[in-house]
């Protein structure tokens, strides 16, 4: 059964690793541009004293961004190789074999239909774990000049390439892709399936669970303060705004500002009595990264027990 | 002959009609929220000051914050014709080819070439029809941006006037000729988004900066930066010294301005670089020659597109058993 | 009888009321009870849509049954896989395979994936078709590939080796060479064949069972000898079917103005001098099951529709 799973996919394995080199190459080669390049900045000396919402190291962040900013364009489509792969891997592994009819074949040979998906699954699960493995190094170390600039660590770009979820997004394209395989049977609904699934899974999770995994921290603000409290630039601002007489939060003003009055006079207009920021410090991270690890895993066990089910009891 | 397509294809033309449908409304939703704040927090007036107010940036800032989400969310938007490719274009001839029912295609009373001119004009003549109509409704959701410049820049480049079309005929006619080529689906849709990436990141990221010799200018911090207007694409921003010769950027914020939360390219800052010979130098696209951009932009795209029709045309006249 | 002291194995195939329902669909197979005893060839006869390819998916466990039992070899092969699977040998419609692997790759896939494998059984079949090792199973014949699917199958060592229309898509001469190759393979005994086919005159030669499956119902099931001896043809003078119907099952009547002429299944003897007695062939029987109505023999409504259609026909 493992030769077979080789001999069937060999060829989707080969051009894996393939695209697995050219990606190591391309993060290898600017990855070391910026690393040098953050050098030179480093001693500048302004890193030190960067905090969230300031405009310190204005320049720095200007001469990144002109310089990386296309490749960090680029990277944010580094969160879509694992749908790719749950997509194009995955989604097939079942549902071509019954379009193609080779499921009456391989079906009726003296191994279970269980155990021929479980063999299939944990083979190429298997081989997702080492593929994003691999790749997990190299794009923390790519990310970390940006990162310390920027502070985004919870932005898409880093976090969805980080860890334990780099790791487990890749585990969930391909359960998805397996399960939309196993149940529409046709290859190419299948591939369609898989993306409404993983976006319709993801999206949610990060747009709107990720920044309350745990309760963001709030700190208020007098209207008089000129500059909000400083944050650590690794924090994540999850909201910020206005707070009125009646405790209420909102992040707009409701009427706007009048072209002459000053700024604490239209605070006062629009019935504000303090501001406040929303945050997750940065020391949460890891936290979340699990948090979030977690729950993918948790659907893509559903996934997998879907897959399973319908393989020995629907099909055919 | 028209009917047979539309029906073979009428799956994908359901589920392309509707996802085209959700973007609509998602887009004159956010487009209307976007614009009647644009309004209401005075942008517009606040832009064109010289000297921003306080209360100027905090309704930038509240403007910014309130539909950075959207914004980013556009850029996903630059997938669209890669999936188009994908679910419409891979399996055109693919799946014909794969399951063998080209052979019965083929041996109707249509030439095979025929066939073949009806499907690409139908797909890519509602394929294009599409795009148009999303650009519209796109570049109408851009303009309160347009008024900040270059600041947004790729997108506002990537989604407007004929370059989105010439995006989608390409990332089609590249799966379709993928299809052909390979003759298998799964495979031809890892062929488009592969040649779709290796075409669209060279031809933004290093091609479009250069369709025409950038202007450089270089001077004193303050000058300098006075003199190229908001509205221009500044491509790099950097310093050299008196014989032209590049200075890192972190060596001068070292030494000029150390450890300093801004710099005003008026004061201090700008005696100290004066001081160690150091010029800013600037090198942008003067925004008069986007319109001259986009045209060559669209041409490589669609000189593509042609080529890879051709390419179809002729594998499926010679090479097809 | 005898056949309860006999061992459950004596059966390779056995079904009782088998039904399989496909969602609202309607019925792919009803109440089909079958016994086909060890060492037979049997044949697996009806018309497209009667339910052949249902019954034989539920035998090999593909599919599992809305009513009724299947065994094969005594065991259950849906909810035991584990001791079914090694004991059959199937060759879906269509033969399918691996298309980019070569015919050396098929066979490293059953060595793999079945612990009684013959490789030189295999080995020796295709090298003496001439069937050659090295090359992708898509770029072969249709004639060629069905050898290599049914070498496959013969390869594992099974007890009973079923067939879904093998011979459909193959040219008279491969077609002559494929039962060729079975006859051999049963000649060696310890088979069981039931292959399904809607032509009934290659089947004749090899087969020394038959099952007639119509409109998802079991039609006939039996020896073909057996068969052969109790079917006649009764030809006589134009007359009133309903006395014959009485004893013997009528299957296929037909009358012209002066001449009646009944294919009956002779529960008995004949004693009715006015009747003529011939021998039927085998396609003229199966022709006439298949033309029948689709009502059961088992219940009275169903033996006077027939009857009723036996009076009926006037040609």
Known sequence: MTWLTWRQHRIEGLILVVVLAVIGVFLLVTGLEMANSFQQFRLSNCLGQISKGSSSCYELGMAWNSQYGGFLRGAALLPALPLLLGALVGAPLVAQEVEQRTHLLIWTQSITRLRWLTVMLALVLGAGLLASGALLALLSWWNSPSVQIYGDSFGPRVYDTSGPVWVATTLLALAVGIFAGALTRRTVAAIFLTMVLFVAIRAPVELLWRPNFETPVTVTYSIDQQNPPALSNQDWIVSQGYIDAQGNRSTNLREGCAKDETLRQCLQTNGVQANYIAYQPGDRFWTFQWIEAGIYLGFSALALGASVWLVRRRLS | ?321 | MNDQALNETAFALETTNLSKRYGRKGWALQDATLRLPNGRVAALVGPNGAGKTTLLHLAVGLLNPTGGSVRVCGFDPDQQPKETLPRIGFVAQDHPLYKSFSVADMLTFGRKLNPRWDDDLALRRLQRLGIPLKRAVGKLSGGQQAQVALALALAKRPELLLLDEPIASLDPLARREFLRTLMEATAEGGLTVLLSSHIIADLERVCDYLIILSASRVQLAGEIDEILRRHKLLVGPRADPTAVASVHNIIEASHTPRQTTLLVRLNGVIFDPSWEVRDVSLEDIVLAYLGRPSVSEDTDAGRSALVASAKGSAS
């Open chain 2, 1 to 321: 002959m028209i009917w047979v397509s539309s029906r073979q294809h009428r799956a994908e033309t359901l589920v392309v009609t509707l996802v085209l449908a959700i973007l609509a409304a998602l887009l004159l939703k956010t487009g209307l929220d976007m614009a009647s704040a644009y309004q209401q927090l005075g942008i517009g007036a606040c832009l064109a000051e010289t000297r921003r107010s306080q209360t100027c940036n905090t309704a930038l800032y509240a403007f910014q914050g309130g539909f950075s989400f959207a914004i980013s969310a556009i850029v996903w938007l630059n997938v669209l014709p890669a999936l188009l490719g994908l679910f419409v274009g891979a399996p055109l001839l693919a799946r014909e080819l794969e399951q063998g029912t080209f052979r019965l295609a083929w041996t109707q009373s249509v030439p095979r070439l025929r066939w073949l001119e009806v499907k690409l004009a139908l797909v890519l003549g509602v394929a294009l029809l599409a795009s148009a109509g999303l650009t519209a409704l796109l570049t109408r959701w851009f303009s309160p941006l347009r008024q900040f410049g270059a600041l947004y820049f790729p997108l506002t480049f990537d989604f407007e006037g004929t370059v989105p079309l010439a995006y989608a005929a390409y990332a089609l006619t590249l799966a379709i000729s993928a299809g052909a080529l390979l003759r298998r689906v799964v495979p031809a849709m890892a062929v488009t988004i592969a040649g779709f990436v290796a075409a669209r990141a060279p031809v933004e990221l290093w091609l479009r900066p250069r369709y025409l010799p950038p202007i450089t200018l270089t001077g004193d911090p303050g000058k300098v930066d006075a003199m190229v207007p908001k509205t221009d694409w500044a491509l790099d921003n950097g310093w050299v010294d008196q014989m032209g010769h590049q200075v890192h950027t972190g060596a001068v914020l070292a030494t000029c301005a150390p450890g300093q939360n801004s710099i005003d390219f008026q004061g201090a800052f700008a005696q100290c670089t004066h001081a160690h010979g150091w010029l800013m130098s600037i090198t942008y696209q003067p925004a008069d020659r986007f319109g001259l951009f986009r045209n060559i932009e669209t041409a490589i795209f669609v000189a593509l597109s042609v080529a890879l029709v051709a390419l179809t045309i002729w594998i499926v006249r010679r090479r097809i058993a």
